[in-house]
C-alpha cells in the first residue's frame, strides 16, 4: 500500500505570492491533517479534513485555507506569503472514524519564503 | 491550556538505555503518543499508550504514564545509532470527533558508537 505523498517536496516562493500544496492520502483514509512545523514554534496543527468538509481547525491566519476532494485528495494553499511562512508543511492522513485511528505522515514539503 | 514539554537533546552511548521525558497539561487527553522523526522525513508513530494505562512495551520501547503529575516517558533499550533521530511526545484528547495531536517541541536523541 502506498504512503501518504505530498507535492512537491520544495518549494521557494517570494513574499506576497501564494501557494497550493498537494497531499494524497493512504487508499481507504477519509481524514487528512495538515501541519505546519518551524524551528521556533515546532509543530502546529492546521486544519484537518474528513469527507470534504473542514472538522477541526488550529490557530492560524485566514490567508491559510484547504480543501479535500471526493477521492480525499487535499490541498492546502497559503496566500499573500509573508517570510515566516518558511516551513516544512506535513500531512497526515488515517481512516477517520470517531474511535482512534492512527495517523501515517507524509514526508513534509519544504516552503522557503524570500 | 494545552502544552507538551520535553527537554531539546539527549546523548547516549551506543548499547545504553535511552530515556525521554516528557509532560502535558490537559488532563482530558484520552491518547498520549511517541514520534520519531528522522532527517529529511515525516513523522512516524512509534507508540501510544491510553491514558487508563500505566504502561506499555513493544520490544525495545517502554512507555510509562504517571497521570496524576501529567509525565510521560518513553525508554529505548539497547540504543543503537539508528535510533538517532528527533523524538515527539503528543497528546490528543478527543476533539470535534477526532483526535488531534498536540506535540512537544521534540527531543533530539544523539547516539555515539
Known amino acids: 500500500k502506498a504512503g501518504v505523498t505530498q507535492t512537491p517536496r520544495y518549494l521557494i516562493k517570494t513574499r506576497g505570492q501564494q501557494v497550493t500544496l498537494s497531499c494524497s492520502p493512504i487508499?481507504?483514509?477519509?481524514?487528512v491533517s495538515w501541519y505546519q512545523q518551524t524551528p521556533g514554534q515546532g509543530l502546529q496543527f492546521l486544519f484537518e479534513y474528513f469527507s470534504e468538509t473542514q472538522r477541526n481547525k488550529g490557530n492560524f491566519p485566514g490567508r491559510f485555507s484547504g480543501r479535500q476532494f471526493s477521492n480525499s485528495r487535499s490541498e492546502m494553499n497559503v496566500s499573500t506569503l509573508e517570510l515566516g511562512d518558511s516551513a516544512l508543511y506535513l500531512c497526515?492522513?488515517?481512516?477517520?472514524?470517531?474511535?482512534?485511528?492512527?495517523?501515517?505522515f507524509g514526508p513534509g514539503t519544504r516552503l522557503t519564503v524570500l | 491550556g494545552e502544552d507538551v514539554e520535553q527537554s531539546l537533546f539527549l546523548s547516549v552511548r551506543e548499547g545504553d538505555s535511552s530515556v525521554i521525558n516528557c509532560t502535558y497539561t490537559?488532563?482530558?487527553?484520552?491518547?498520549l503518543y511517541w514520534y520519531k522523526q528522522e532527517p529529511g522525513a515525516g513523522l512516524q508513530l512509534l507508540t501510544y499508550i491510553f491514558s487508563n494505562m500505566d504502561m506499555k512495551q513493544d520490544q525495545r520501547l517502554t512507555v510509562l504514564l504517571n497521570k496524576k503529575d501529567k509525565h510521560l516517558s518513553l525508554r529505548i533499550a539497547d540504543t543503537q545509532t539508528g535510533d538517532s533521530a528527533i523524538y515527539f511526545c503528543?497528546?490528543?484528547?478527543?476533539?470535534?470527533?477526532?483526535?488531534?495531536?498536540?506535540f512537544g517541541r521534540g527531543t533530539s536523541l544523539i547516539v555515539h558508537p
Open positions: 497526515a492522513s488515517s481512516l477517520g472514524g470517531r474511535s482512534y485511528n492512527e495517523q501515517f
Open positions: 503528543a497528546e490528543s484528547p478527543l476533539a470535534g470527533g477526532s483526535y488531534i495531536p498536540t
Open positions: 490537559d488532563s482530558s487527553s484520552t491518547y
Open positions: 487508499s481507504g483514509h477519509r481524514s
